[in-house]
């Protein structure tokens, strides 16, 4: 991490847009595309205004065709360039799925090294915030099991800076995904000017004794919540904020199983072969005789989605109270 | 090579000189050579798989001296054999890559035919048909962007691959943007088993360009001369801002689409031996002869040194080895990387 010298109080969606904007400035490399990003500065504001300073040319709005947005973007960064594509939501992504999986993550590897592919793609992700089946989805389980990608979910404002400044300098492909519960939801201090915080690595953002929880996104806050819960109940939980998904911190997961002796894994998305599946298994296989209980994942049923109607959207998200359940019974296991 | 006369040409020149007209035959005889040298060495069990360009020679040869080497950039697919060698590909690099080597660019890793030289301006691409087509628009951006006058983009693909939605993705934003791209769709007429008139109803492909509101134009791509003059033309436009085009060279697959599979079980001998009464290395030999731009012997003498290359080159890539098993795991990221176990 670079020296900083002070810090101010930010939102999720404007440590995005400052660190774009910090970004833009430092290297005419960069350059931002998508739907929508220009003229109206991204459905969330969050470039607002970019095109006004730093130009047509650099900030593009693209035609809705995400499979050449982040295509194209490879192109560029093959090329010498540095694209910041974004997704304008998580749910749309999938017709850029063969250009992620099929194309950016393979390009240094099947070219044996002769060609790169420094790409970010940014995309808003996650529910309860009546997005229905289509404005809600966590899509990191279908890009996970992709060798030569990196994924990033952070949940806190330093965190995103640091984060997705390291994304836009590091020289592979990675997609960024943005809880869009917590952009203007979640505040914090966010040191000024550049530093990073490498890719992953994970954050024990509570410490405790008798339970570990691993989680990301919106679901670190609640599992916080949950915990502080449970500490006015005198059970001491610790929760381990993964913040990147790949490449994952297996030390930092196993090292506080071993001394909590207990592991529930906690995300939004599906249980089938989400990320806590890979999780679980890992723990399985290299911590199984630190293990005092049976791991346990607490995720979303498995359905398509959350629906539009708010009972459904509520079936379907957790919530701080159910996380609590869910980590006293595995305390007092 | 003996000197030959420059005058009494029939030919239309498009500026041409009688050293880039035997250049472009060189390569014609050399792509039909190393067309051959692949399907004898999967026959003799030394490869797994060869794919060939016959019937695209002239094609290839032709847009492949449109290109300004050290300049341009080339986005081909896997049927680009002229194309690579013309813009400075070696048979030996051909060879390594059949022969899947160390030392071949992809380190052994891609099929044969997914050519790739950052040195000679060639992208890497996978065997995923259209996705590179995006790709040569972002690099076309990236020159536009960078205001490097004098550069284009040539990519290009087979009629099939015209379907897919990457393909449109591209043609559209590439004339939005004005961007100095060339799309030379090569139509052979089939789409492995997959006749023109399956994959699209009107097709007459170049025509599409006006519906994305750029140039369009036809040729015969079994004339490399033709080919050079719409290629040439096209380029130019790109290099000085004029924008993108859309070029259908027309020409035909006279091979099976690859070494895996049998064309018979789907079309006819007769319709192939119809092709063949224009194929274009002899035909391109004959022009040359009439014009007296080579003599017969200057012919002989050629094909014996492209054989005598192709031989040269199949030895030298043969003995070099194969990656180590260790290689599977280099340059998946950057630096170290731990994989996950
Ligand atoms: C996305 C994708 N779909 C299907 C294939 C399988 N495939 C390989 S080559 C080919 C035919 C391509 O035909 P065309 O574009 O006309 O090129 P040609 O081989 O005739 O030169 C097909 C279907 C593929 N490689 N990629
Ligand atoms: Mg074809």
Redesign the interface.
């Known amino acids: 991490m670079a020296v900083t010298t002070s810090s101010k109080v930010l939102n999720n969606v404007e440590a995005v847009r400052e660190t774009l904007y910090e970004a833009m400035k430092a290297d005419d490399r960069t350059?931002i595309l998508g739907e929508d990003v220009g003229n109206r500065g991204n459905v969330f504001l969050i470039t607002k205004d970019f095109i006004n300073e730093f130009g047509p040319?650099?900030v593009i709005d693209?035609?809705i065709?995400e499979?050449?947005i982040?295509?194209?973007?490879?192109?560029?960064?093959?090329?010498?360039?540095r694209?910041i594509a974004e997704i304008q939501f998580a749910d749309f992504i999938y017709?850029a799925f063969?250009?992620i999986v099929?194309?950016a993550a393979?390009?240094?590897?099947?070219?044996?090294?002769?060609?790169?592919c420094p790409l970010v793609i940014r995309t808003p992700y996650g529910g309860g915030v009546r997005g229905a089946l289509s404005h809600s989805v966590s899509i990191e389980a279908l890009f996970y099991h992709v060798?030569?990608l990196?994924i990033v979910a952070p949940a806190f404002p330093a965190d995103v800076k640091g984060l997705l400044n390291a994304a836009i300098d590091d020289?592979?492909p990675v997609l960024f995904l943005e809880h869009k519960k917590t952009y203007r939801l979640i505040k914090g201090e966010v040191p000024e000017g550049h530093y990073t915080i490498p890719l992953g690595k994970a954050n024990v953002v509570k410490e405790g004794t008798q339970l570990t929880v691993v989680s990301y996104g919106l679901y670190v806050h609640w599992a916080l919540e949950a915990a502080q819960q449970l500490q006015s109940e005198g059970l001491s939980v610790e929760v381990v904020d993964l913040r990147s998904i790949r490449?994952?911190d297996?030390a930092t997961i196993l090292s506080s199983v071993e001394k909590t002796r207990k592991l529930l894994i906690i995300h939004e998305d599906n249980k089938f072969g989400g990320i806590g599946a890979e999780i679980s298994a890992m723990v399985a296989e290299e911590a199984l005789f630190h293990l005092d209980a049976p791991i346990r994942r607490h995720c979303a049923p498995d359905v398509p989605a959350m629906g539009y109607a708010l009972p459904l959207e509520e079936e379907y998200m957790s919530s701080p109270a159910e996380m609590a359940q869910a980590m006293r019974e595995m305390v007092k296991f | 090579m003996a000197k030959t006369e420059t005058k009494a040409t029939s030919l239309e020149r498009h500026g041409l000189t009688d050293e880039q007209l035997r250049q472009m035959f060189r390569n014609m005889l050399m792509q039909r050579q190393l067309d051959n040298r692949g399907f004898q060495l999967n026959r003799q069990g030394k490869v797994p798989f060869a794919l060939g360009s016959e019937g695209h020679e002239a094609l290839q040869a032709g847009a492949a001296m449109a290109f300004h080497r050290g300049k341009d950039i080339l986005a081909p697919y896997y049927r680009d054999l002229g194309l690579a060698l013309g813009i400075g590909l070696t048979p030996y690099e051909i060879l390594l890559s059949l022969f899947a080597r160390a030392a071949d660019h992809n380190g052994g890793r891609q099929f044969p035919n997914h050519y790739s030289s950052k040195a000679a301006g060639l992208m890497s691409f996978s065997s995923i048909l259209a996705a590179h087509i995006p790709h040569a628009v972002g690099a076309a951006y990236a020159i536009k962007y960078r205001k490097e006058t004098e550069r284009a983009v040539l990519v290009t693909c087979g009629d099939g691959t015209t379907s897919e939605g990457e393909w449109h993705e591209s043609m559209n934003f590439a004339a939005i943007h004005k961007l100095p791209l060339v799309m030379l769709v090569e139509n052979n007429e089939w789409a492995i088993s997959t006749p023109l008139d399956k994959q699209m109803a009107q097709p007459e492909i170049w025509k599409r360009a006006a519906g994305y509101g750029m140039p369009g134009k036809r040729f015969n791509g079994f004339d490399p001369i033709a080919t050079y003059g719409a290629v040439n033309e096209a380029l130019e436009r790109a290099r000085s801002g004029g924008g993108p085009t859309l070029l259908e060279g027309t020409c035909y697959r006279y091979l099976a689409h690859s070494t895996d599979d049998n064309d018979m079980t789907y079309r006819t001998k007769e319709e192939v031996t119809e092709h063949r009464k224009d194929d274009p290395v002899p035909q391109f030999e004959r022009s040359l002869l009439d014009a007296r731009v080579m003599s017969i012997a200057d012919v002989d003498a050629m094909k014996k040194d492209v054989l005598r290359e192709t031989n040269d080159a199949t030895d030298r890539a043969e003995a070099m080895p194969y990656p180590a098993a260790s290689d599977l795991y280099t340059h998946l990221y950057e630096g170290a990387w731990q994989p996950w176990q």
């Open positions: 350059i040319e650099r693209t035609p065709a499979a050449s982040v295509g194209i973007a490879v192109g560029m960064a093959m090329e010498g360039l694209p017709p063969n250009q099929g194309e393979k390009t240094r590897y099947r070219s044996n090294g002769e060609y790169t060798p030569g990196k020289p592979d490449p994952m297996k």
